[in-house]
């Protein structure tokens, strides 16, 4: 019986889930390793460890995920193959818009021997998309889920009362298993291609690699505005973010969680094919202290990289640098 349910719920996770890319790609590692060396043969064209990517950037990759498995589909312009491979499940194409919705489930199931324990997942997730004309571009996805989860994982969470990278959950199945949705999204503006302006409530990422450590993104999703511009083989980033700590006590109810506030500059410079060289810097202070609310700095808004005179002329007291 475990095995007809794990057989049925991948070919329902093959049916929906879909590859086709859109204008801002939101994070995947399953890109990088997708197209490998291919990245690095691009120079200073491609700049690796700045995610998320743009669409222009993945075209030049060439390839996809349909062309490897084509021998398993005689046609090509079957409605199974179209929505698998090079659809969504339901698009709309005009010239000034573009609207994409996706049904993205994820059913798991397995056993962990060492606790004598039946591990599962269940997910059903929806992602929305599209662009209005050819400079602004949103995305949005939310998921609920269910699972048991194996022993280190579900250790883990009942004693921080956290998911990693998931956020908050409650107890599901008499407390055997836990219950939690997850949610992001983001609206990006790209007024030139020098350009891109980038607003939402989701996870970044600088650095390559599976990991990073700089920024990764092992964290739940946060607010930030991040502004990236490109010049040949330079490419900057400064992002303002708000990050907040849910295993801290709260301050107040109506405050929730205690939050901090982050600034974060990052110069990508691709010095040949395989060379690169990065400048991170990060800044991070406290939302309140003994003396009250702090809020936002406005001396944080300065988008030039080397924040320290900024620090020592401001007396600003941080926590993190």
Known sequence: MRLFYFLASWLVLATFSLSAFSQL????????????RTIYSLGNKFHSSVHSYFQDEIDTLGGS?????????????TFLYRKLFTEHL???????????????????????????KTTWLNTRGLSLQGR???????????????????????????EASILPGQGKHKPYNGGKAFDWAYAQGFVSYSPSSHFNFQLGNSKQFIGDGYRSMLLSDVGF??????????????????????????????????????????????????????????????????N???????????????????????EYSGGIPLIMR
């Open 65 to 77: 995920r349909a062309d490897s498995l084509s021998p398993l589909f005689n046609n090509r312009e």
């Open 288 to 310: 309140a202290d003994s003396t009250g609310k702090r809020g936002f700095d406005v001396k944080y808004l300065n988008p030039i990289i080397f924040f320290r005179p900024v």
């Open 221 to 286: 999703n946060y607010p930030s505005l991040k502004v990236t511009t490109s010049l040949g083989p330079l490419r900057y980033m400064i992002m303002w973010a708000q990050f907040q700590d849910l295993q801290a006590p709260e301050v107040a109810f109506e405050q929730g969680h205690r939050k901090k506030w982050g600034v974060i500059h990052y110069l990508d410079w691709n010095i040949s094919n395989r060379v690169s060289l990065g400048l991170f810097e990060s800044i991070m202070w406290q």
């Open 90 to 116: 339901i698009q709309i194409d005009k010239p000034d818009y573009s609207l994409y919705l996706d049904f993205l489930p994820d059913f798991q199931i397995g056993r962990e021997f060492s606790g004598d």
């Open 25 to 36: 790609l939101p994070l995947s590692h399953e890109l990088e390793s997708a197209h490998g």
């Open 132 to 158: 209005i004309g050819e400079e602004v571009y949103f995305y949005t996805d939310f998921y609920e889920n269910q699972a048991a989860l194996p022993g280190y994982l579900d250790e883990f969470a009942r």
